[in-house]
């Protein structure tokens, strides 16, 4: 029973980066296809999303000594802040 409980936040934030990583590659793939902007906007938005949950898993469970908490506020904040400034890019157009 250790055993799961010693692994499972890892499991739980690996699998957060990768869903990211996998909706950012398929916003960008979408975004390659049709040129839109809020495309762009998004798939930017998800890039560092699953830069902030890599961020997440290397403070959590590879450098458990080293606080990283700073680094993954702003990596979150940059994402809400392009996908605000795409949202309100796209409606002045």
Known sequence: ??????W???IVYGLCLLT???CAGLL????????????????ACFWLLAANNFLVVLDMVVLV???LSAA?????????GVLIYGFIWEVDR
């Open 1 to 6: 029973m250790e055993i799961v409980t010693e």
């Open 8 to 10: 499972a936040p890892g």
């Open 20 to 22: 990211s990583a996998v």
């Open 28 to 43: 960008t793939r979408s975004w390659l296809r049709s040129r839109q902007p809020l495309l762009m906007w998004s798939a």
């Open 65 to 67: 000594d080293v606080n």
């Open 72 to 80: 993954r506020q702003v990596t979150a904040l940059l994402a809400v």
